[in-house]
């Protein structure tokens, strides 16, 4: 509804006659007489023009809806410009790889092959216990203190027995449990296990006998106690192997078979009897005595050469010239 006022008012509105323009001109004009005026009231009630309320209510909505429209129309151009900046039609060209920088190859240190060096056998470690009744208390390879004179042969003619037991203590030390690959006392006695796995045992009774047939003099009663045992387990292995064809009787007739000469049918027996045999070579006489450990046997004699020298009954002799020569290697 408009707001302008509304004047319902009466309004007079005089009418008066009017004479015609071509009257006037035409002849003389006089003044009409004077009449009275014919005076008609008409009451006009001016109407101003009133707005429809649902017109003014659709204009209200048609500009809330130019309004929303104008805004759409700049929110739609905003986000095409910024889809145009991220979203750019690309050619159809493939694209180039961009170039990368030339790298340099490292070089490679030169590798020397490596030389695989050969495989040596390991070293032999004794498995025996460190004290063992009946034998000295020297392990690990120890040499005698005097390989001359500590134990030497007696007045049987055990001397391929001896040289052996000399040549083998200072080749791979005094005790036997560095001779044998291992050595074991039990209740009874020992159990010997040697070099190339025969095993022997080896009674208190056995030691005992075995002892008193060599009939070994020295001074050293350590390096005496370990060659006493050494005989007498050569001899329990001639009596298993029936030496000279009469050891097999009995233990005693192995203690005479070995005190009554030896090697008949080569050099080397004794060293066999103490499981050496993978450990021996037959060399010259000069190898021995350039400084090869061994035994050299000759007519009626056998004697071990330690550092190019005779043992001769307890003492060092001169250089080997002649003979049968083995090596301990």
């Not at 809330?64 to 429209?69: D, N």
């Not at 495989?119 to 063992?132: C, H, M, Q, R, Y």
Request: charged letters at 20%; proline letters at 8%.
């Amino acid at each position: 509804m408009s707001s302008c006022p509304i004047n319902n008012s009466a309004r007079v509105i005089p009418v008066i006659p009017v004479q015609p323009l071509e009257s006037v001109r035409a002849g003389n004009y006089s003044a009409p007489h004077k009449t009275t005026a014919e005076v008609t009231f008409v009451q006009h009630t001016p109407t101003l023009p009133r707005r429809s309320s649902v017109k003014a209510a659709g204009d209200e909505t048609g500009a809330v809806s130019m309004l929303i429209a104008l805004v759409n129309s700049l929110f739609t151009q905003m986000m095409t410009l910024v889809s145009d900046k991220k979203d750019q039609t690309l050619p159809l060209v493939p694209p180039q790889p961009k170039p990368q920088p030339k790298v340099q190859p490292k070089v490679q240190p030169k590798v020397q092959p490596q030389v695989t060096p050969g495989v040596l056998p390991e070293p032999f470690k004794p498995g025996s216990d460190a004290t063992i009744a009946g034998l000295s208390d020297k392990r690990n390879g120890a040499k005698p203190a005097n390989i001359w004179s500590g134990f030497r042969q007696g007045p049987d003619g055990n001397c391929v027995t001896v040289s052996a037991i000399k040549a083998a203590m200072h080749k791979f030390g005094q005790s036997p449990t560095d001779i044998y690959k291992d050595v074991k006392k039990d209740g009874t006695g020992y159990r010997v296990t040697m070099r190339d796995d025969v095993v022997v045992t080896l009674s208190d009774r056995e030691l005992v006998d075995g002892a008193r047939g060599a009939k070994f003099v020295g001074q050293d009663k350590g390096m005496l106690k370990d060659a006493q045992f050494l005989f007498a387990v050569s001899a329990k292995r001639a009596h298993m192997e029936n030496n000279d064809r009469t050891a097999g009787k009995s233990f005693n007739a192995a203690v005479r078979s070995l005190n009554d000469g030896e090697d008949e049918s080569g050099p080397g027996e004794g060293f066999k009897r103490l499981g050496l045999q993978k450990h021996m070579r037959t060399v010259s006489v000069r190898d021995l005595a350039n400084g090869m450990v061994g035994m050299c046997n000759r007519t009626g004699h056998s004697v071990a050469v330690i550092n190019g020298h005779e043992e001769l009954w307890g003492r060092e002799g001169r250089s080997p010239t002649r003979g049968n020569a083995i090596a301990l290697i």
